[in-house]
Nanobody
Framework: QVQLVESGGGLVQAGGSLRLSCAASGNTFSRYVMGWFRQAPGKERDFVTA????????SYADSVKGRFTISRDNAKNTVYLQMKSLKPEDTAVYYCAARSAPPSSNWLRTSPREYDSWGRGTQVTVSS
């Protein structure tokens, strides 16, 4: 498994932006599909976005399409989540997750159960 550490959360006004980072340990980062999930108080952990091993393919939840962008730098063992036009309903703890799988066209998983490693999360709060 890979160890993941998120950073970049904070308090921002509606309409603002934040960039989250997730640093991974080890030298096998490029073998992992990476995802971001979020969990609001009293709610389930929901899929936000994911990116394939090389970064060529990405997928987003409908609620964040056009506002959030996932990217990765395999040389730095880091995945990023750029968030723009933030809304109060984006308030949640954001988790970085990694899924070990051989490269294939069937790379996307949106269930938290499909991911092997998790960070501790970073709080994002959007005020109205």
């Amino acid at each position: 498994q890979v160890q993941l550490v998120e950073s970049g959360g904070g308090l921002v006004q509606a309409g603002g932006s934040l960039r989250l980072s997730c640093a991974a340990s080890g030298n096998t980062f490029s073998r992992y599909v990476m995802g971001w999930f979020r969990q609001a108080p009293g709610k389930e952990r929901d899929f936000v976005t994911a990116i394939s091993w090389s970064g060529v393919s990405t997928s987003y939840a409908d609620s964040v399409k056009g506002r959030f962008t996932i990217s990765r730098d395999n040389a730095k063992n880091t995945v990023y989540l750029q968030m723009k036009s933030l809304k109060p309903e984006d308030t949640a703890v954001y988790y970085c997750a990694a899924r070990s799988a051989p490269p294939s066209s069937n790379w996307l998983r949106t269930s938290p159960r499909e991911y092997d490693s998790w960070g501790r999360g970073t709080q994002v709060t959007v005020s109205s």
